[in-house]
């Protein structure tokens, strides 16, 4: 299949998905209600992450049936499986809203398992472009690994609260990824990515902790490949995910400072924040503008580890700011 008639393959089957919408939320009827955290009056349906997956299971069974060539330096299917396997705990987080400690033990046992039997995702050697040689990780390589994959979900789990904001976080990371090495998986991702996005915007539909699990674990699996089989270092994987790194490092520290678990859900993310001060439309833009920004910076200041610096020292003074100046 070119890529002409996979463009055209996904947008037809996303467009039926989005027609039908009103269709598939009565036959998956899990939805997230209103309560004095959330920002939204009305139940939605928790779809993304089901929407998601549909489309990842088209991609990978035209890929076993030889209608696509996609070699991703892995096993296929058993990447298939374990996205399953994280889709499915997602949804029953959506579900019965699983304890944060048995979430994160199973994370563990299911990254580390990963990593046993995937042993091309393990982060052996670290690659910085301002540094000549490689940082070796050694006997840690798994442990170090498996925190990756758990800091990163968390981060991007803790940083989709209203919409629009991680749908346009993940188009800005697949832009990034097809810019950098183009492959169909995030040509697929984009294309859902857009649909979704216009029900997001409208909302109708939220990504749900089975959408928010899953694409960040798709994320992190291509940044590790890409990392360790070709030219992207880690400096720029880190500047791609700083804002909602930051975002995990400071409220898991105001958490354990409070007394509260640091995966316990509260009001003080960036965005409820900036909606304590500004509307929605400027609190997107400005979350935007800020994810952007940490690009532009390392980009200007030539790829070095005071670009870094620089947009760490500009998200605390922002959120400095913002705290302080409350409506």
Do not use: W
Request: aromatic share 22%; hydrophobic share 55%; with cysteine.
């Amino acid at each position: 299949m070119n890529i002409y008639l996979f463009l055209i393959f996904f947008i037809f089957l996303n467009l039926i998905l989005f027609i039908s919408y009103n269709k598939i939320k009565s036959i998956i009827t899990v939805k997230d209600y209103p309560d004095d955290r959330k920002i939204h009056k009305k139940p939605v349906p928790l779809l993304g992450g089901p929407i998601l997956f549909f489309n990842l299971s088209i991609f990978i069974f035209l890929i076993n049936l030889k209608i696509i060539n996609f070699n991703f330096n892995i096993n296929i299917n058993l990447f298939y499986l374990y996205c399953l396997i994280i889709f499915v705990l997602g949804l029953l987080d959506d579900i019965y809203i699983v304890n944060p400690n048995k979430k994160l033990f199973a994370f563990f046992i299911l990254f580390f398992s990963y990593c046993f039997f995937e042993k091309s995702i393990l982060i052996q050697n670290i690659s910085f472009s301002f540094r000549l040689t490689e940082i070796s990780i050694g006997q840690y390589s798994y442990l170090f690994t498996v925190i990756c994959f758990i800091a990163f979900i968390n981060a991007f789990n803790m940083f989709d609260g209203i919409n629009l904001q991680t749908s346009t976080y993940s188009i800005f990371l697949s832009l990034n990824i097809l810019f950098f090495n183009f492959n169909l998986l995030f040509l697929m991702i984009l294309i859902f990515l857009i649909f979704f996005s216009f029900l997001n915007y409208n909302n109708k539909s939220f990504l749900g902790n089975s959408g928010s699990y899953l694409l960040p674990f798709i994320f992190s699996i291509t940044f590790i490949l890409n990392h360790n089989f070709y030219d992207f270092n880690a400096d720029l994987i880190f500047v791609l995910m700083a804002i909602p790194g930051f975002e995990l490092i400071r409220l898991t520290i105001y958490r354990i400072y409070k007394g509260k678990h640091p995966f316990f859900p509260d009001k003080n993310h960036i965005h409820h924040l900036m909606l304590k001060k500004f509307s929605y439309y400027k609190t997107i833009i400005f979350t935007n503008s800020l994810i952007f920004s940490q690009l532009i910076i390392y980009k200007v200041f030539s790829k070095t580890l005071i670009s870094i610096f620089i947009g760490m020292l500009i998200y605390i003074n922002v959120i400095y700011l913002i705290s302080k100046n409350k409506k």
